[in-house]
């Protein structure tokens, strides 16, 4: 049985999603589909669209958090990949290690993190497929630019 139905978007963690911006934006011409500040963890999601998936920037606004910790820690870089799903917390069980899985949100989708030691040392985590905005408005490509 296949739980996955796409990638959704690769993460990035960054110090500065403005500075970040002037390199995924200006350079390589993603355009932002999005931006959204959560609470918990305290962190600012901006979502530049790939064609036919995201690349999703990931600036930690509690430098005590985890994720702050992390970069001071780790540095900047590839945080974890996301893959869409149609049941977000059994997906997320299904790939874990018998944990239970964190729950979260992004894009005011349900989304959860996998607790596994067999994606080679990758964080993977669910989130909510839509058939209507992944496929059906998802154009899966980016224009010429110009």
């Known amino acids: 049985m296949t739980l996955l139905r796409r990638l959704d978007h690769v993460a990035i963690l960054v110090r500065s999603t403005a500075e970040a911006l002037g ?17 918990a963890p305290h962190v600012r999601l901006t979502y530049l669209d790939a064609g036919n998936a995201f690349v999703q920037l990931v600036e930690p606004l509690d430098p005590a958090s985890a994720l702050g910790v992390w970069l001071d820690e780790h540095g900047e870089g590839l945080h974890h990949i996301c893959f869409g ?17 964190t729950l979260g949100s992004g894009r005011g ?38």
């Not at 390199?23 to 959204?36: D, N, R, W």
């Open 23 to 39: 390199y995924y934006e200006g350079e390589l011409g993603l355009p932002v589909h999005s931006t959204e500040e959560i609470p």
């Open 85 to 101: 799903v149609d049941d977000v917390a059994a997906a997320a069980k299904a790939l874990s290690n018998g944990a239970s899985p």
């Open 109 to 146: 989708r349900a989304s959860a993190f996998v607790e596994t030691s067999a994606s080679h040392g990758v964080r993977i985590e669910c989130t909510q497929f839509l058939s209507d905005e992944d496929v059906d408005l998802a154009a899966g490509w980016l224009p010429p630019g110009g």
